[in-house]
């Protein structure tokens, strides 16, 4: 009888060691090679520099100059010393530049979401740029935070690049094998010159760029971008001076944007608690209930005053007048109507809600609903093979209007103050964790409008699975019972009229 | 019988391995063509958690607390080869905050259960070894990454146990250790942080080690009490960050106590039986403490009873 039991026992472990044999942890991107190499981009309408060399790049050492060749000797003993982890790198930073700093900063947005415990005393700490290492570590990335560092990063590489494209034309530095037989291409390389590198230039803005945003993360950025910079010089795309050009004109790009960043309000968006209370009494002045905190002890709203933050597609006035008319009144029949059907999804739930409501939840700890619609893109621009300057103008064509989609939303949320379904019935449970800020207009649906619309302009192909994902995403938090009915209707026409500027600006930008 | 579900025990600290005759756990014996059946109710609850190793209390769920139904079955295919099947029913719920709770039919378990070494006398003492090979698979499309209030992880699993058990004047103790491998788990999003991001739907769940020791008074198989100390350690996994929600491939460890007994009413087959455990020290779960009660039936067909124990 024992060898049927070690029989069973064997077929156990059989059967569990297949399913584990998988490894599941990376998508496997192709290594990139643009359709389209882009040689006119250093024309392309930039977002914050005035003209494409507004940051001076010094002219290139000659090819034949001595110097030069050491730079090229340095390539060809790199590849002749490679190593199996080169190999992996080579293949992790082929994929694209661009997209891989999109997904390091996707990582560092799950990696600070998380809100700060309460003190012993009921209050909550704030985060403070200045200690960022300290509890609560700084920054608290969440929904608007994060929609603001995905736009910063990526319009900051695209104007980089731009402007690093504008270079490449003036100085028409060949790339590294055509000035040496014996280096070879290790991924293929875009375009027929290489000064300053777009890879850098895209490696130098977006770290410089994270490192404003996740200070606490300074020293990890650089040494991934010591990685980056070692691995397109080992891939035969640029040699040690197209690299250092690009890192520098990356960083002095980014500088431009950090100062607007320094300026742009968002530092003032957590408010005072005098801020807090008048958004309580304005509500109760205005005859309605006001909005309170879900969370024990309650917990100051996230980020009241981040409407107020300056925006990349529209000015303030355009923000303004476009905030979206009130909520039903908390007193009104058509609110009665909108909260029981709220409780009906809250006692009817069912598996297909619950995915649903967690596939699009993007809450506590993860990259967020913009770091959720950063990744939908991602993975449909890999086979569009778009070169890294498009890559960057579309990620920031995104990202720009799910900033302003962020700030839009706040405002409407932080004027109207109304109360989640939760709150003015308690019997409501929900599916997902409820948000710590007001209900109207439904964030969720403000972003994946926005994202819809100027995805489907990018990928025209993909513009009815778009809005089919946006729908179900804005849905999600009506059968999560945390949203009423209005505030996902007018969150996504709110977000399609944003998304809209952005499909405004990329049929004038010059790269249509 | 026996309530050894490990992934209900992970998620939510909330359950625990209980002793009762008969079960995967134990040196007893089902004898052949018996069969017995029955159902336990379990209630555990708890409102302190281990964040990492960091001890703490949440407002925000309050008390999250488990009530548990499971059917049983142990048949005796020979004098020393037993199967055991259990299927467990659960509904959880957190006291505060607005996360709704969660309820439904769980894994089925299957394990088998070989006799090594026979009740050997060696001196004054009775010897007893078996080994054990089981597994369990979810029953249902629950909702695994709903931590702390899903019902169980939804992975499907495969374990081995040795159970040694020694006695002397009915006084008697056994000692268990075993592990289990765990399939990965599809989860309903496409991104998740660890410890780093992964971009992935599939969660690689560690592995997981029990060593059990119990010490009692044994009047036969059906009629003993017995004092329990557990400890559980999952083999890697991460810790939850501080103010995370807890995640499947949490490093989830406990150390626990208790008591059980089973008791035998009359002649007829039937018995009832009882538990308490309470968790000493923890990584990842819940400080739980569990009651358990339960009824199992008896029937022999062989027509004549041989009480082989």
Known sequence: ???????????????????????????????????????????????????????????PIAVTAADYKLELHEITERQKNKTAQDEKLLSYWGAGTVLRWNEVLRELVAKYNLPPVQNPDGTYPIPSSANPLAYPAFPFANPPYAARAYAYV???????????????????RPVPSQNLNSIVELIPVSGAYSYPSDDITAAGAAVAMMKLLFPGEQANLEAKLDECINTMILSGSCTRSDAVAGEKLGRDVAAKFIARARTDRAGAAVGTPADWKKLESDAINRGEIPWISREIPERPPMLPLFGKVKGFLMDSLEMVNGRPGPPPSTNSEQFRKELAEVKSYSMNPNRTYFRIVHFWGDGVGTYTPPGHWNAIACEDFVPQRFSEVRWARNLALLNMSMMDAAICCWDAKFYYFNPRPSQVDPEIKTLTGVPNFPAYTSGHSTFSGAAATILGHIVPARAAAYNAMASEASLSRLYGAIHYRSDIETGMSMGKMIGNKAVLRAQTDGAE | MQLKHYPLLLALGLLSSQAQAQTDNDALWMPKKNLCGGIIYQHGQWNHYWEGTFYR???????????????????????????????????NQASAGTLIGQQGVQDLSVALKQHLLGRTLCGKYYFNLAGVAGGSTPMTNYV???????????????????????ERNKWYATATASYMLRSNVKIDRTAYYTTEMNYSNVVRMPSVANMMLRIGYRLNADKFVELIAE???????????????????????????????????????????????????????????????????????????????
């Not at chain 2, 992880?153 to 495969?158: A, F, I, K």
């Not at chain 2, 923890?282 to 739980?288: D, H, I, L, P, Y």
């Open chain 1, 1 to 59: 009888m024992n060898k049927y039991i070690f029989t069973f026992a064997g077929l156990a472990l059989t059967l569990s060691s297949c399913v584990r044999d998988r490894e599941p942890f990376s998508l496997d991107f192709p290594v990139l090679a643009p359709l389209n190499t882009d040689t006119g981009a250093g024309s392309w309408k930039t977002i914050l520099l005035s003209k494409p060399d507004d940051f001076a790049v010094t002219a």
């Open chain 1, 154 to 172: 990526s319009a900051a590489q695209y104007d980089a690049l731009v402007s690093a494209n504008f270079y490449r034309q003036k100085y028409r």
């Open chain 2, 57 to 91: 209390e949440n407002l925000n769920i309050g008390t999250v607390s488990s009530k548990m139904a499971m059917a049983m079955a142990s048949y005796g295919i020979n004098d020393n080869l037993n199967a055991i099947v259990m299927l467990p029913w659960i509904k």
């Open chain 2, 144 to 166: 695994a990454d709903y931590l702390p209030l899903s019902i169980g992880m939804h992975s499907t699993n495969g374990y081995v146990r040795a159970i040694a058990d020694v």
């Open chain 2, 231 to 309: 400890r559980m350690e999952t083999i890697g996994g991460f810790d939850i960050r501080r103010n995370d929600m807890p995640f499947l491939s949490n490093n989830m460890d406990a150390l626990r106590t208790g008591i059980a007994a089973k008791w035998a009413l009359g002649k007829g087959g039937l018995s009832l039986m009882g538990s308490g455990m309470y968790t000493l020290a923890g990584r990842n779960m819940g400080r739980s403490t569990m009651l358990s009660l339960g009824a199992v039936y008896q029937i022999d067909f062989n027509k004549k009873t041989i009480i082989t124990n």
